[in-house]
């Protein structure tokens, strides 16, 4: 499929974020190219760099990042591939986590970290103003009202277009949605994973975007399921993953992520793949496991 010109996310359909972000329904993770453990540089940046040059090629405009990838390295590649900014590339970042070595993560919400977290990403991305800012996930030390009104000031001064986040429950929609507009959730789901349904539901009733991640989840019974209706269909199990996810509401905006050219092709093939609802159903049948919290 390389330079396929024929591949494009197109078929995915579009949602407006926001009311005037307008993007196609699937988007690109950029956690994955950074180093081992989220850590630091790439073993091979080149082609860290080719995989988010050719995302805008397939016609992916959402790319989905944060400060604490890296930390920072992720932001600094998206801009060092694609800067200028294609029109219409929307870049959604996030802030409230931070990453004190390889596969370590701690929560940090303060008003004074979310604060620096946003001019730092400002900085890398060579933005004056980031087009999605998402809270990482609520901090346990911090009052979750006091991280909102922060995003919320941050906007007030222009330095954010809308505000979204990450790793909530309703409630934390809904406290959030008291203070400022929310116009994006991303949290751990799947088709094997439907500890959220509840969220996605939620997101759909009032227009908000969705952004799964994990799409595969992680239990074997559910990997057994999903290759078995990957064989039926000629697809990849992540392909399957990914139309399951496009169906399952037109609010969801899958965004997986890969350092490779030729698996970030193989997803985007994802958007041309037709799931009957016999398989469609097949797989939402399959019990879920809860996994760590992450992303």
């Known amino acids: 499929m390389n330079k396929?010109?024929?591949?494009?996310?197109?078929?995915?359909?579009?949602?407006?974020?926001?009311g005037d972000l307008t993007v196609n329904r699937l988007g690109y993770g950029a956690m994955r190219i950074t180093g081992a453990g989220i850590w630091g540089p790439p073993v091979d940046k080149a082609a860290c760099l080719a995989t988010l040059r050719r995302t805008t090629e397939l016609g992916i405009n959402v790319i989905d990042t944060a400060d604490s990838y890296?930390?920072?390295?992720?932001?600094?590649?998206?801009?060092?591939?694609?800067?200028?900014?294609?029109?219409?590339l929307v870049i959604a970042t996030k802030g409230g986590w931070q990453r004190p070595g390889p596969n370590q993560w701690t929560h940090n919400a303060s008003p004074k970290h979310l604060t620096e977290a946003l001019e730092g990403s400002l900085k890398r991305l060579r933005l004056e103003r980031i087009d999605i800012h998402q809270l990482h996930a609520p901090d346990n030390a911090v009052s979750f009202e006091a991280s909102v009104e922060t995003l919320a000031k941050l906007?007030?001064?222009?330095?954010?277009r809308h505000v979204g986040l990450s790793n909530v429950t309703r409630e934390h929609i809904e406290r959030a949605r008291k203070i400022v507009p929310i116009v994006s959730v991303q949290n751990r789901f799947s088709f094997a994973d439907r500890e959220y349904d509840y969220v996605v539901d939620y997101c759909e009733q009032h227009g908000?975007?969705?952004?799964?991640?994990?799409?595969?989840?992680?239990?074997?019974?559910?990997?057994?399921?999903?290759?078995?209706?990957a064989g039926e269909l000629d697809a990849t199990p992540l392909q399957v993953a990914l139309a399951w996810l496009l169906k399952r509401s037109?609010?969801?905006?899958?965004?997986?992520?890969?350092?490779?050219?030729?698996?970030?092709?193989?997803?985007?093939?994802?958007?041309?793949l037709k799931l009957p609802q016999a398989l469609y159903d097949k797989l939402s049948a399959v019990s879920h496991r809860p996994m760590s919290l992450r992303g």
């Open 4 to 18: 396929d010109q024929s591949l494009s996310v197109a078929a995915a359909g579009t949602f407006t974020i926001g």
């Open 70 to 88: 890296g930390p920072g390295t992720s932001e600094e590649l998206i801009a060092e591939a694609l800067y200028p900014y294609p029109k219409g």
């Open 155 to 160: 906007r007030e001064q222009g330095k954010i």
């Open 208 to 229: 908000i975007a969705f952004f799964p991640w994990a799409p595969l989840g992680h239990a074997k019974e559910a990997h057994e399921v999903i290759k078995e209706v």
């Open 250 to 272: 037109p609010v969801t905006l899958p965004i997986p992520g890969t350092s490779s050219v030729k698996h970030l092709e193989e997803n985007v093939a994802a958007a041309d």
